[in-house]
């Protein structure tokens, strides 16, 4: 994948999120949840994040605190097996794919969030 999208801002990809989620009968608060659980990121952070238009880069390199269960995110999504992507910044990208389609699959935030 191209590295544009690290310069993309997180903004414009989450409403995407947001709405695959909502499609299938989930909310907006389970989705930040999902992205505070991930990041480490306060709900006001998180909206702070989104407002400043940060893109990928700075949203994960900046992110509070990375959280090391998300080691636990295996699978596949858009063709690739999360845990075998290389590129740190891609797996990362695609952690985030990968919950929120878990989670628009109609899957329990406690297994989502590997609790």
Partial sequence: MSHRVYKMSFASVYPHYVAKAEKKG????????????????????????????????????????????????????????????EEPLMRELRYLDKLIDELAKGKKMEKILRV
Avoid: M
């Fill in 26 to 85: 989930r909310t907006k608060a389970e989705v930040d949840e999902i992205i505070r659980w991930l990041t480490g990121h306060t709900q006001e952070s998180l909206e702070a994040t989104i407002a400043a238009g940060t893109n990928f880069e700075d949203f994960y390199g900046k992110a509070p605190r990375l959280n090391p269960a998300r080691s636990l995110i295996t699978g596949l999504i858009c063709g690739y097996r999360v845990e075998e992507i």
